[in-house]
């Protein structure tokens, strides 16, 4: 059974990272750029994930553990202020959103 | 290559049972309500009534497939497929029998067996709520996105309780892997009470379990959202034909699915007397305890008025959830002490 | 066998990532996250990461991805066009940074192909990682249910109506 290198993990990581960076910076719909942020995290699960295999240490999963409960957290978070975003505005285009006045 | 031959044999054998049993589940419930309330079930199609699931099959199979005019007909035909497919992968973890001597080698009851089963397991309640949701969403009709989310908030209300009262088992078993839950439940106390979860100490658990499992698989009493007086059929309006059959078969694969998994968790699996010399009397066993669960899911049925939604929701939340912790915390202080 | 399996999830990754970016609805948008949660979720189990596949299901594509669904299906969301950039010169500057990228990530792959993972048991069992987070880690996990308690908190605070 052959093995895979690291690298490859890496590598999928990052094209991940990328995309998740893209769709951020791309899109206009406040909740699109929040599902780019959670590909962004996975990402970065998926690299504590490979290190930690490749050590034998289990701090890279501990990590990860950690790193979903805050995502958990934010997403619940930021889910709330986009619903109240909505309620003031009746568009979710962030756009439109650029003014501190309501 | 002998491992996974072996793998695909057992998943054609309990694909093939479980599928038929299924079918034969539709018509025993429909027997056991009938004479529930006093009636012959279906009686006409064959002896008994026993060629009735497959003229209901056929029925399915024959009917045209009205597709309602939504943006989103992808979504409207993978919905079912999302709510039957966890269905069905429940039963790879689920253990029917200890090993046995079997053309030369030992082959043991159950498909695999996993290190996480049971976390697997709530992974896969977990995404059984995808079909519920996408099915409401895509039939694009009022009644359908209503009954969709309120069965949605339903199923992930309770899969807390559901999740929670099964960490008494945890720790009393001091493991996740289902065959050994089962294992840990052999023998008996005092030579005369079988060492079952449900016997010592979880009866509180198992209480939780089965009330959690019947919210959770949309059944009597808590079946608001899919009930013919209150929203037409809920989620399901839109579907008909073969769609509408795999939400059906879904629904009983769930119901299954969670007997068996009662039975493994609670009340022994394929635990008997007799089972050490002879182990395919294990599936005996294991099929009569899960069948007594699927009578009281009939049974339920047949004679419970169904909750309100605010009152499911209130019991979910207020009354299970902390009984469900309590029932931990007792848990683990009998796990310190004895 | 590994490796196809490896292929099959990176590659399922990486286009429903796509799908992600291109799709206008974000409902859409949402299931291609949940494609993408899948397919990491294999490849947490070839890594040796059960506990973590699971949770990663159990957590994120069944509690975190279905309140992003909840949210867009009663905020009855409308599909969107994306935002494209007006000034020319970051368009045009757009490719052969894409490219250095991709020539980074060949170079990764290639140089380093001697480093594998090491095969034999898995180190990411329930039982390693739950002493770990019991012991070690206690202070953290104790934290992170206070982070919880008070995302539960601003969340009813904010979302509350009047």
Known sequence: MTTIPISWYLAVAAVLFTIGTVTVFVKRNAIAMLLGIELMLNAANLTAVTFSSYFRELAGQILVFFVMVVAAAEAAVGLAIIVLLFRHRETLNVDEAQLLKL | MDVVVEAVVKIVVVFGIVLTFLAYLALFERKILGWIQLRYGPNRVGPWGLLQPLADLLKFLFKEDVRPMTPNPLLFSVAPILSLVPALMTYAVIPFGDRIELFGREIALYITSVNVGLLYLFALSGLGVYGIVLAGWASNSKYSLLGGLRSAAQLISYELTLTLSVVGVLIQAGSLDLVEIVRAQSGTYFGLIPKWHVFWYQPLGFLLFFIAAVAETNRVPFDLPEAETELVAGYHTEYSATKFAMFYVAEYANILAVSALATTLFLGGWNGPGVERMPLLGVFYFAAKTAIFLFIYIWLRATLPRFRYDQLMRFGWKVLLPLAFANIVLSSAMAVIA | ?162
Do not use: D
């Open chain 3, 1 to 162: 066998m590994e490796r196809a399996l490896f292929l099959s999830f990176a590659l399922t990754a990486i286009v429903a990532a796509l799908n992600v970016l291109w799709r206008r609805h974000p409902l859409h948008s949402a299931l291609a996250l949940l494609v993408v949660l899948g397919a990491l979720t294999g490849l947490y189990i070839l890594l040796g990461a059960y506990f973590l596949a699971v949770v990663q299901v159990i957590i994120y594509a069944g509690a975190i991805l279905v309140l992003f669904l909840f949210v867009i299906m009663l905020l009855n969301i409308r599909a969107e066009e994306a935002r494209l950039e007006r000034r020319p010169i970051f368009r045009w500057l757009a490719v052969p940074f894409a490219l250095l990228l991709g020539a980074e990530i060949v170079y990764l792959v290639r140089v380093f192909e001697e480093n594998p993972i090491p095969s034999g048991t898995s180190i990411g069992v329930t039982e390693a990682v739950g002493r770990e987070l019991f012991t070690t880690y206690l202070l953290p996990f104790e934290i992170t249910s206070i982070v919880i308690l008070i995302a539960i908190l601003g969340a009813v605070v904010l979302a509350r109506r009047g």
